[in-house]
């Protein structure tokens, strides 16, 4: 079965409990978290005390996806934030084998995220390390973008990869994830979708995190 992580990017901002109250309603796996900075991305949201005050709101893991430069400067306070998967852009950090390591040393989930311009061999020599490698299928930064759709072949490829390596690491798709490409996205080898507009511009929002849910 799928593992579904909306993202609360399409969330409202300015009633986050209702939408956590939805949240803790559906059988959605995660809560997906998009940081962004203004600088990695454009786009700006929210950062450690914002997710701070989220977190007794839910007991669904936080899914926290740092769309900023230079994460390891802030690592710590997203963990006392409480975060429990941080996942970081190969391209935001400097050293990426240390970052990935002092995650996983506060005893984190960690995750690295792929634009759609990048390969899987750029993270070759860290996957064994990986609890999460997240397939970004729009450029980030923002919610409601067209799925990229070459991606599905780089899906294919990191599920072959994790095959003959044998690692453990789950395979994440986020962006332009709809009812109608999710299951081709499954088939390809996605172990959690992260749905945003799909699930928040929803007439029933529950109800679209229980079709994504049931997709066989
Ligand atoms: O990280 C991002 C965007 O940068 C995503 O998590 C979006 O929030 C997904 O939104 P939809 O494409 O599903 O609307
Ligand atoms: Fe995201």
Known sequence: MALIAPSILSANFANLERDFDLLNQSACDYIHIDVMDGHYVNNLTFGPPVISHLRPLTKKPFDVHLMIDRPERSLKAYKEAGADFLTVHTDATIHLHRTIQEIKEMGLKAGVALNPAQSPEEIRYILRDLDLVLLM????????????????????????????????????????????????????????????????????????????????
């Not at 332009?176 to 992260?194: P, Q, R, Y």
Request: net charge negative; hydrophobic share 40%; charged share 25%.
């Open 137 to 216: 299928s729009v450029n980030p930064g923002f919610g409601g973008q067209s799925f990229v759709p070459q991606v599905l072949d780089k899906i294919k490829e990191l599920k072959d990869i994790r095959t003959q390596g044998n690692y453990s690491f789950k395979i994440e798709v986020d962006g332009g994830v709809k009812l109608d490409n999710a299951k081709e996205v499954l088939n390809a080898g996605a172990d959690i979708l992260v749905a945003g507009s799909a699930v928040f511009n929803a007439p029933d929002p529950l109800k679209r995190i229980q079709e994504f849910k049931d997709i066989q």
